[in-house]
């Protein structure tokens, strides 16, 4: 390009712009220090703020070295991808979404680009406007190493998330001869209610079980879908000879079932574990009994 | 003077997976505009019931979130629409116990008695679209839609 052979003495824009990133690599990290990107994730103290600026000035002025200033994959931003989706991420999680910490880091560029121009006063304009395209560039490579990042983020956040949620095995728990415990939770989807079932089942034949309780205090939202896995699971046990309690039922889900009209009345209900439990025992004739008359008296 | 602040999401509901997000989008949304735990519960329970139909029935489409206020008391509006078979007799679809696929029957008329405003606009053919308001504490003035 005519332009750069202009420039004589000096290097290309973008070297220009690296070796002044260099040079006012702490100016640059001080005023980005008062940005919202660098202000909110760096909570602690200032310093350490002015520290990740500088190190995100470092990679900038890597790649522009490397004449990459376009370039999200330069090997420069490789160091600070991580720093860079951490606050990405934290944004994310304060609410803000893709654009506005697209914003954020634009908010980055014009201190900068005020810097160079008062760092160049005696330069020819082509070199001014060189430099000054080229920073634009390279800032807005910024911004799209920071996006990229936080989608690959979310990615791989979803990805461990569906694999934990397949582990969220459900266990049937003896609580005593003849009364065994699944603790329900999180979404009673159809697949996962279909296997609650079949362990409470064959709980219900291995142990010998006369009564089940299925706490549902885990259970976020108990809506018809819901209540209706419910009832066939009560179903199916007293089809075995097993009684089913389901317990921990919150007030706001007790009156949330009324209102929706669901019929619970016949299936037995306690408000919690505890309480559902001693139903089965005294059921089951093993009433408990404090072992010290008044023992709690004196506490 | 009731404003709507404009539409804040827009889910879509086309898995399983999806009524888990838009139950939790729910929650987090009226929470953030002080529901109680109660009301809380009773619009993440409707928006459930609801944004299964537009899964199961509907065949899937989409739910939009707005704020919603009147004077001081803030709500949630929710718009569920699809571009399914429609409902033919609504009258039949809100009774209890009545259902056209194999569960209770207690959704549409459930979601209902669960907020404050309900209104549903269904063309055969064409797709439904159910709208419902709940609001932060008890409603304001009249109930409406009922």
């Known amino acids: 390009m005519p332009e750069h052979e202009a420039l004589g003495e000096h290097g290309s824009p973008a070297r220009e712009v690296g070796e002044f990133l260099r040079r006012r690599g702490e100016q640059i990290a001080q005023r980005w220090a008062d940005e919202p990107l660098f202000r909110t994730v760096f909570t602690v103290s200032r310093d350490e703020a002015v520290e990740a600026g500088k190190i995100v000035v470092d990679a900038l002025a890597q790649v522009a070295d490397t004449d990459q200033v376009h370039d999200p994959d330069a090997a420069g931003f490789t160091l600070v991808r991580e720093q860079l989706s951490r606050m990405g991420a934290a944004r994310s999680r304060a609410g803000f979404t893709t654009a506005q910490v697209s914003n954020d880091v634009d908010a980055l560029r014009p201190p900068v680009e005020n810097l160079l121009v008062s760092d160049l006063p005696d330069a020819p304009s082509d070199l001014v406007r060189g430099c000054t395209t080229a920073l634009t560039v390279l800032m807005g490579t910024l911004r799209l190493v920071v996006l990229e990042t936080a989608l690959s983020e979310g990615q791989a956040l979803i990805e461990r998330q569906r694999l934990q949620l397949l582990e969220v095995a459900t266990p049937v728990i003896k609580l005593w001869d003849g009364i065994v415990a699944v603790p329900l939770i999180g979404t009673l989807d159809s697949a996962r209610s279909q296997v609650v079932m079949e362990t409470l089942l064959e709980a219900v034949v291995d142990q010998h079980a006369r009564f089940a309780i299925l706490d549902i205090t885990g259970v976020p939202t108990v809506d018809s879908l819901v209540a209706q896995h419910l009832m066939k699971t009560v179903a199916a046990a007293r089809l075995m000879g097993a009684e089913c309690v389901v317990s921990g039922i919150r007030p706001a889900i007790a009156q949330t079932i009324v209102h929706l009209g669901l019929d619970l009345g016949t299936v037995i209900t306690r408000a919690s574990l505890a309480d559902a439990l001693a139903y089965a025992l005294h059921e089951l004739g093993a009433d408990i009994v404090n072992a010290t008359p008044g023992g709690a008296g004196r506490r | ?146």
């Open chain 2, 1 to 146: 003077m009731r404003t709507a602040a404009g539409v804040e999401a827009c889910l879509p509901i086309r898995s399983d997976m999806d009524l888990v997000w838009v139950r939790q989008h729910v929650r987090q949304a009226a929470g953030r505009l002080g529901f109680g735990l109660v009301e809380q519960t009773k619009l993440v329970t409707a928006a459930s019931e609801l944004a299964r139909n537009t899964l199961v029935h509907g065949g899937g489409g989409q739910m939009e979130t707005a704020p919603v206020s009147d004077g001081p008391v803030r709500g949630l509006r929710l718009t569920f629409s699809d571009e399914g078979p429609g409902i033919p007799d609504l009258e039949r679809a809100l009774t209890d116990g009545y259902t056209s696929g194999d569960g209770l029957g207690m959704g549409l008329g459930g979601a209902r008695r669960l907020v404050h405003s309900f209104t549903v606009d269904s063309t055969p053919g064409v797709g439904t679209t159910v709208t419902v308001v709940s609001w932060a504490s008890r409603a304001p003035r009249s109930r409406e839609g009922h």
